[in-house]
């Protein structure tokens, strides 16, 4: 059996499937909303196919090779293929990925198996409502296909480029509403509040407040979306560089990039490393939800930071059978293990 090519026709499917998506999304909301759904289930099975074909099937004992080419099986859902990917490949989808996929299933779901209110009066504040979320949806995606899943998908990185461009399109369901607010992100300025670029929507339009010393919230106030970053300098400009995720960032000014072992060495300026008590020793640890495969958390103002998907957890400790420093409190490791022990 030739799992690579039935990839990449599960990939080149996902693909069609956004791409209609998005072409759709004027004329004809609900199917626009179907198929984009549909486009991230087969991105998630193509992805699991690389770990085992018998991982599409609901039931992975019941898989048969016949019934898998003709496609004649109930196929896994996506709750299921996050659950396979995490425990299978420690692919890193986080909480807040999971929880905008599943709110789309949800409007998937009503335009499908029931009914949605795209006949509604106030058609123009669910199309906002419902760009904004496929928005956050595409980004998500398109962040593990171009950097978790890169090795994966890499023969597809031209099309996912050419998606990216259609998304940036849908922009324009959202510039009424970044005028009328306007006057309300100037005021936020002149408040002494940092406004920033939307990774979401892409206009300037997300008010950033500190949580815990660089990591920072970002609320848009025209998409309504929420995301974390950390804050670092730019070692050429001294500007101002955003991480999103990975430790990874450019700076808006020279585009200058820097990765983890930048961050943790430039935050090591200004804060203490994370210290194993019971050793004596300093470094990075790893993290436990995430289960990102470098030592992403380090101490800061008494907690404990990952680097990567920005969780902020009380304590650490040593697992029990590699004795690598975890974030967060002991799993039974000396049994399942840590991210130290896969890596």
């Known amino acids: 059996m030739n799992t ?66 003709m496609g004649d099986f109930k196929s896994v859902t996506l709750s299921s293929s996050i659950k396979r990917l995490r425990n299978i490949s420690q692919a890193g989808i986080t909480q807040a990925e999971e929880q905008c996929f599943q709110k789309i299933r949800l409007h998937r779901n009503k335009a499908l198996h029931f009914f949605h209110t795209f006949h509604r009066p106030d058609l123009a504040s669910l199309k906002e409502e419902i760009i904004s979320l496929q928005c956050q949806g595409w980004q998500f995606l398109y962040d ?101 995720e990975m430790g990874e960032g450019v700076c ?20 203490t490393s994370l ?7 300093g470094g990075a640890a790893y993290c436990s939800l995430c289960e990102f495969r470098e030592e992403c958390v380090i101490e800061i103002q008494e907690e404990y930071l990952c680097l990567n998907c920005h969780t902020i957890f009380k304590d650490f400790y040593r697992c029990g059978s590699c004795y690598s420093r975890v974030s967060g409190e002991d799993d039974f490791s000396v049994m399942n293990g840590c991210p130290g022990c896969f890596y």
């Open 275 to 281: 210290s194993d008590l019971a050793a004596g020793e």
């Open 4 to 69: 690579q090519e039935i990839k990449k026709d599960l990939t080149e499917n996902a693909l069609k499937f956004l791409t209609q998506s998005i072409n759709e999304f004027d004329e004809n909301l609900q199917f626009s909303v179907i198929h984009f759904f549909s486009s991230i289930e087969l991105f998630f099975k193509a992805r699991l196919l690389d770990e085992h074909w018998t991982l599409l099937y609901e039931k992975p004992e019941e898989a048969q090779s016949g019934n898998f080419l």
């Open 144 to 244: 593990l296909l171009l950097k978790k899943w890169d090795p994966h998908f890499s023969d597809f990185r031209e099309r996912v480029y050419e998606c990216h461009h259609l998304m940036l399109g849908q922009r324009k369901y959202l510039t009424k509403k970044f005028e009328l607010k306007k006057s309300e992100i100037e005021f936020a300025k002149t408040s002494g509040i940092e406004v920033n670029v939307c990774r979401i929507c892409g206009f300037q339009s997300s008010l950033l407040r500190e949580i815990l010393g660089p990591l920072f919230q970002g609320d848009c106030i025209v998409c309504e979306k929420c995301v974390t970053l950390i804050t670092v300098t730019c070692p050429r400009c001294s500007g101002k560089i955003y991480s999103y």
């Open 252 to 271: 808006g000014s020279c585009s200058e990039k820097v990765d983890l072992a930048y961050m943790k060495e430039h935050l090591d300026e200004d804060c």
